[in-house]
């Protein structure tokens, strides 16, 4: 059973063009196959009732996936020593503020198709980021 607790988000309001680094450390052991274990960084806004996949990575290989909107301006990475998941956010708009999950689950080869959160059935409890223009 994996635990994921998700912490640097929840304070106060960003401004806009700023950074903010969210961190996800993990417990336990997955049990899914090691090609195609991947961690990833949803979010889901008021407007739309959907998780995004925002970025993800195979923490083996250590190959990423950005989603066009946050490309250029969002880095993924995983500490395996620590078994904890980053997301650096860099450039921040108003548009970025959304409830941030990470999760662990299943990703397919060259993320064709991009992470779905339905293929991961393990999540943090979820980070707020605001933006404020």
């Known amino acids: 059973q994996v635990k994921l607790v998700e912490s640097g988000g929840g304070g106060d309001s960003v401004q806009a063009g700023g950074s903010l680094r969210l961190s996800c450390a993990q417990s336990?052991?997955?049990?899914?196959?090691?090609?195609?274990?991947?961690m990833a960084w949803f979010r889901r806004t008021s407007a739309v009732n959907e998780r995004e996949g925002v970025a993800?990575?195979?923490?083996?290989?250590?190959?990423?996936f950005y989603a066009d909107s946050v490309k250029g301006r969002f880095t993924i990475s995983h500490d395996n020593a620590k078994n904890t998941l980053y997301l650096q956010m860099d450039s921040l708009k108003p548009e970025d503020t959304a409830m941030y999950f990470c999760?662990?689950?299943?990703?397919?080869?060259?993320?064709?198709?991009?992470?779905?959160?339905?293929?991961?059935?393990?999540w943090g409890q979820g980070s707020q980021v605001t933006v404020a223009s």
């Open positions: 999760a662990a689950g299943l990703c397919y080869r060259d993320f064709d198709p991009p992470p779905r959160w339905r293929d991961f059935g393990y």
């Open positions: 336990g052991v997955s049990g899914y196959g090691y090609n195609n274990y991947c």
């Open positions: 993800a990575i195979f923490t083996g290989p250590g190959m990423t």
